[in-house]
């Protein structure tokens, strides 16, 4: 049902970024991990706009084979998740809540 990938391995013409289809809405989660004097925050994302943005962030590492794939309903490979890790610097907050999840 799943497959965890590195980036060479990934079609990436041809691989798009979207909601698992095995899971509802409520299960498609984020965390964030921050502890003591790591220097990085350890990201495990299953939204399709945080996944797009970590994939594109310079600084962000996923882990090896951190790149979760799934096939749609039509057969293709998709991505429906990603581990890794991104300076604990990287991550910000705003005073202003959001409007919008559905991009970054």
Same mark, same amino acid.
């Given at each position: 049902m799943y497959n965890s990938k590195n980036r060479d391995e990934i079609d990436w013409k041809n691989t798009k970024i979207a909601n698992n289809p095995h899971l509802l809405?409520?299960?498609?989660?984020? *965390? *964030?991990?921050i502890t003591?004097?790591?220097?990085y925050a350890y990201i495990d994302a299953a939204?399709?706009?945080w996944i797009k943005h970590l994939l594109n962030h310079p600084e962000f590492t996923p882990d090896d084979r951190g790149i979760v794939t799934t096939l749609d309903k039509n057969g293709n490979e998709i991505i429906v998740g990603v581990k890794g890790k991104i300076p604990r610097n990287c991550i910000r907050t705003?005073?202003?809540p959001r409007e919008r999840f559905d991009k970054l």
């Amino acid at each position: 049902m799943y497959n965890s990938k590195n980036r060479d391995e990934i079609d990436w013409k041809n691989t798009k970024i979207a909601n698992n289809p095995h899971l509802l809405p409520e299960e498609r989660e984020t *965390f *964030f991990y921050i502890t003591g004097d790591d220097e990085y925050a350890y990201i495990d994302a299953a939204h399709p706009a945080w996944i797009k943005h970590l994939l594109n962030h310079p600084e962000f590492t996923p882990d090896d084979r951190g790149i979760v794939t799934t096939l749609d309903k039509n057969g293709n490979e998709i991505i429906v998740g990603v581990k890794g890790k991104i300076p604990r610097n990287c991550i910000r907050t705003s005073l202003k809540p959001r409007e919008r999840f559905d991009k970054l």
